[in-house]
Protein backbone atom coordinates (compact mmCIF):
# COMPACT_ATOMS: atom_id res chain seq x y z
CA UNK A 1 0.00 0.00 0.00
CA UNK A 2 1.05 3.31 -0.80
CA UNK A 3 2.55 6.11 1.67
CA UNK A 4 1.17 9.61 1.07
CA UNK A 5 3.82 11.74 2.78
CA UNK A 6 2.85 14.66 0.34
CA UNK A 7 0.34 16.45 -2.23
CA UNK A 8 1.38 14.03 -5.35
CA UNK A 9 0.85 17.73 -7.04
CA UNK A 10 3.25 20.19 -5.21
CA UNK A 11 4.55 17.57 -2.47
CA UNK A 12 3.43 20.03 0.42
CA UNK A 13 2.76 17.79 3.68
CA UNK A 14 -0.15 19.91 4.12
CA UNK A 15 -2.52 17.15 1.69
CA UNK A 16 -5.84 15.12 3.39
CA UNK A 17 -5.87 11.61 2.32
CA UNK A 18 -8.98 9.58 2.21
CA UNK A 19 -9.42 5.77 1.19
CA UNK A 20 -13.14 5.73 0.69
CA UNK A 21 -14.66 1.99 1.13
CA UNK A 22 -16.80 3.28 -2.22
CA UNK A 23 -16.34 5.49 -4.79
CA UNK A 24 -17.81 6.51 -7.56
CA UNK A 25 -16.22 6.32 -11.10
CA UNK A 26 -17.02 9.45 -13.42
CA UNK A 27 -14.50 9.70 -16.01
CA UNK A 28 -14.70 5.92 -17.46
CA UNK A 29 -17.81 6.87 -19.91
CA UNK A 30 -20.51 4.31 -18.56
CA UNK A 31 -22.81 5.47 -16.32
CA UNK A 32 -23.17 3.99 -12.56
CA UNK A 33 -20.00 2.40 -11.93
CA UNK A 34 -19.06 2.05 -8.39
CA UNK A 35 -15.59 0.96 -6.75
CA UNK A 36 -15.56 -0.87 -3.53
CA UNK A 37 -12.89 -1.82 -1.55
CA UNK A 38 -9.75 0.00 -0.67
CA UNK A 39 -8.85 0.87 -4.19
CA UNK A 40 -9.24 4.58 -4.35
CA UNK A 41 -7.00 7.33 -2.79
CA UNK A 42 -8.71 10.72 -3.01
CA UNK A 43 -6.46 13.91 -2.28
CA UNK A 44 -6.89 17.49 -1.24
CA UNK A 45 -3.98 19.77 -0.84
CA UNK A 46 -4.30 23.23 1.29
CA UNK A 47 -1.34 24.15 -0.03
CA UNK A 48 -1.68 24.28 -3.86
CA UNK A 49 -5.80 23.70 -4.04
CA UNK A 50 -5.09 20.92 -5.99
CA UNK A 51 -7.94 18.06 -5.68
CA UNK A 52 -6.59 14.19 -7.33
CA UNK A 53 -7.88 10.78 -7.13
CA UNK A 54 -5.53 7.55 -7.70
CA UNK A 55 -6.99 4.05 -8.58
CA UNK A 56 -4.95 1.45 -8.33
CA UNK A 57 -4.69 -0.89 -11.07
CA UNK A 58 -6.90 1.15 -12.96
CA UNK A 59 -5.46 -1.02 -16.47
CA UNK A 60 -6.88 -3.82 -14.92
CA UNK A 61 -10.22 -1.93 -13.70
CA UNK A 62 -10.87 -0.91 -17.17
CA UNK A 63 -10.55 -4.00 -18.50
CA UNK A 64 -12.56 -5.59 -15.89
CA UNK A 65 -15.00 -3.61 -17.25
CA UNK A 66 -14.86 -4.57 -20.61
CA UNK A 67 -15.08 -8.00 -19.35
CA UNK A 68 -18.28 -7.29 -17.19
CA UNK A 69 -19.67 -5.80 -20.60
CA UNK A 70 -19.02 -9.00 -22.99
CA UNK A 71 -20.25 -11.52 -19.76
CA UNK A 72 -23.23 -9.65 -19.81
CA UNK A 73 -26.39 -10.81 -21.42
CA UNK A 74 -28.94 -9.11 -24.54
CA UNK A 75 -29.29 -5.68 -23.99
CA UNK A 76 -26.02 -3.83 -24.82
CA UNK A 77 -26.18 0.49 -24.51
CA UNK A 78 -24.98 2.55 -26.69
CA UNK A 79 -22.29 3.79 -23.94
CA UNK A 80 -21.23 0.15 -23.15
CA UNK A 81 -20.49 -0.09 -27.06
CA UNK A 82 -18.67 2.96 -27.42
CA UNK A 83 -16.73 1.90 -24.05
CA UNK A 84 -15.62 -1.06 -25.65
CA UNK A 85 -14.92 0.25 -28.90
CA UNK A 86 -12.72 2.50 -27.25
CA UNK A 87 -11.17 -0.19 -25.06
CA UNK A 88 -10.12 -2.24 -28.41
CA UNK A 89 -8.40 1.22 -29.72
CA UNK A 90 -11.03 1.89 -32.65
CA UNK A 91 -12.30 4.29 -34.61
CA UNK A 92 -16.07 4.32 -35.07
CA UNK A 93 -15.26 3.81 -38.58
CA UNK A 94 -13.15 1.01 -37.84
CA UNK A 95 -16.30 -0.59 -35.92
CA UNK A 96 -18.13 -0.38 -38.60
CA UNK A 97 -16.10 -1.80 -41.11
CA UNK A 98 -15.85 -5.13 -38.78
CA UNK A 99 -19.81 -5.82 -38.33
CA UNK A 100 -20.09 -5.21 -41.99
CA UNK A 101 -21.55 -1.85 -41.96
CA UNK A 102 -20.79 0.79 -44.82
CA UNK A 103 -21.64 3.67 -42.49
CA UNK A 104 -19.52 5.05 -40.00
CA UNK A 105 -22.68 7.29 -38.93
CA UNK A 106 -24.42 3.92 -37.87
CA UNK A 107 -22.12 3.19 -34.45
CA UNK A 108 -22.26 7.05 -33.96
CA UNK A 109 -26.32 6.57 -33.94
CA UNK A 110 -26.03 4.00 -32.12
CA UNK A 111 -23.25 5.23 -28.99
CA UNK A 112 -25.68 8.29 -29.10
CA UNK A 113 -28.56 6.37 -27.69
CA UNK A 114 -26.62 6.33 -24.52
CA UNK A 115 -27.67 4.13 -21.50
CA UNK A 116 -30.70 2.57 -23.75
CA UNK A 117 -30.02 -0.47 -25.81
CA UNK A 118 -28.95 -0.91 -29.22
CA UNK A 119 -31.43 -2.69 -30.45
CA UNK A 120 -35.08 -4.02 -29.61
CA UNK A 121 -34.49 -7.36 -30.23
CA UNK A 122 -31.63 -9.46 -28.95
CA UNK A 123 -31.57 -11.37 -31.77
CA UNK A 124 -30.35 -8.28 -33.36
CA UNK A 125 -27.51 -8.10 -31.18
CA UNK A 126 -25.72 -11.43 -32.33
CA UNK A 127 -23.27 -9.99 -34.89
CA UNK A 128 -22.03 -7.12 -33.42
CA UNK A 129 -21.85 -9.60 -30.14
CA UNK A 130 -19.73 -11.60 -31.96
CA UNK A 131 -17.58 -9.01 -33.31
CA UNK A 132 -16.83 -7.45 -29.70
CA UNK A 133 -16.02 -10.78 -28.65
CA UNK A 134 -13.32 -11.20 -30.91
CA UNK A 135 -12.13 -8.16 -30.94
CA UNK A 136 -11.66 -8.27 -26.88
CA UNK A 137 -10.05 -11.56 -27.17
CA UNK A 138 -7.73 -9.99 -30.19
CA UNK A 139 -7.21 -6.54 -28.51
CA UNK A 140 -7.09 -7.27 -24.85
CA UNK A 141 -6.61 -10.87 -23.85
CA UNK A 142 -4.14 -11.84 -26.12
CA UNK A 143 -2.55 -8.24 -26.15
CA UNK A 144 1.10 -7.09 -24.07
CA UNK A 145 -1.01 -4.88 -22.84
CA UNK A 146 -3.49 -7.46 -20.82
CA UNK A 147 -3.94 -6.91 -17.11
CA UNK A 148 -6.52 -9.73 -16.02
CA UNK A 149 -6.38 -12.15 -14.06
CA UNK A 150 -6.08 -15.84 -14.27
CA UNK A 151 -9.29 -16.49 -12.88
CA UNK A 152 -10.76 -13.33 -15.29
CA UNK A 153 -9.43 -14.86 -18.57
CA UNK A 154 -10.82 -18.28 -17.51
CA UNK A 155 -14.11 -16.31 -16.98
CA UNK A 156 -13.66 -14.83 -20.59
CA UNK A 157 -12.83 -18.26 -22.28
CA UNK A 158 -15.62 -20.08 -20.64
CA UNK A 159 -17.77 -17.58 -21.68
CA UNK A 160 -16.60 -17.59 -25.34
CA UNK A 161 -16.90 -21.14 -25.69
CA UNK A 162 -20.28 -21.16 -24.47
CA UNK A 163 -21.40 -18.29 -26.19
CA UNK A 164 -19.81 -20.28 -29.51
CA UNK A 165 -22.05 -23.29 -28.46
CA UNK A 166 -24.86 -21.70 -28.35
CA UNK A 167 -24.72 -19.52 -32.06
CA UNK A 168 -23.58 -22.81 -33.26
CA UNK A 169 -26.38 -24.54 -32.11
CA UNK A 170 -28.78 -21.44 -33.46
CA UNK A 171 -27.42 -21.86 -36.86
CA UNK A 172 -27.37 -25.84 -37.15
CA UNK A 173 -30.30 -26.57 -39.88
CA UNK A 174 -31.95 -29.09 -38.21
CA UNK A 175 -33.37 -32.82 -39.22
CA UNK A 176 -37.42 -32.49 -40.80
CA UNK A 177 -38.89 -34.10 -37.08
CA UNK A 178 -42.27 -36.07 -36.63
CA UNK A 179 -44.33 -36.38 -33.64
CA UNK A 180 -42.45 -34.74 -30.47
CA UNK A 181 -42.59 -37.41 -27.68
CA UNK A 182 -42.56 -36.49 -23.83
CA UNK A 183 -42.33 -38.79 -21.03
CA UNK A 184 -42.62 -38.22 -17.80
CA UNK A 185 -40.41 -39.08 -15.04
CA UNK A 186 -41.42 -40.90 -12.44
CA UNK A 187 -38.54 -40.20 -9.75
CA UNK A 188 -39.01 -36.36 -10.31
CA UNK A 189 -42.51 -36.11 -11.81
CA UNK A 190 -41.20 -33.82 -14.25
CA UNK A 191 -41.69 -33.76 -18.10
CA UNK A 192 -38.39 -34.52 -20.66
CA UNK A 193 -37.78 -35.16 -24.14
CA UNK A 194 -37.66 -38.88 -25.77
CA UNK A 195 -34.18 -39.24 -27.11
CA UNK A 196 -34.60 -40.88 -30.45
CA UNK A 197 -33.23 -44.43 -30.52
CA UNK A 198 -30.37 -44.82 -33.18
CA UNK A 199 -31.28 -46.03 -36.43
Keep these: MEKWTGCPICGSPKVRVQHP ?5 DHCGLTGVILEGNGVVLTDCDACGEQTST ?3 EAQLLQCLGLMIILSGPGLTGEELGYMRSLCEMSQEDLATAIGRSRRETIADWEARGTQPVFRAPFDELNLRVVLMSLFQKKVVESKWCCLAPRHLDQFHAARRDFISRVDQMLTPRE ?3 PRSLKRIKSSGEWAAVRK ?3
Design 21 to 25: TRHAL
Design 55 to 57: IRN
Design 176 to 178: PHG
Design 197 to 199: RAA
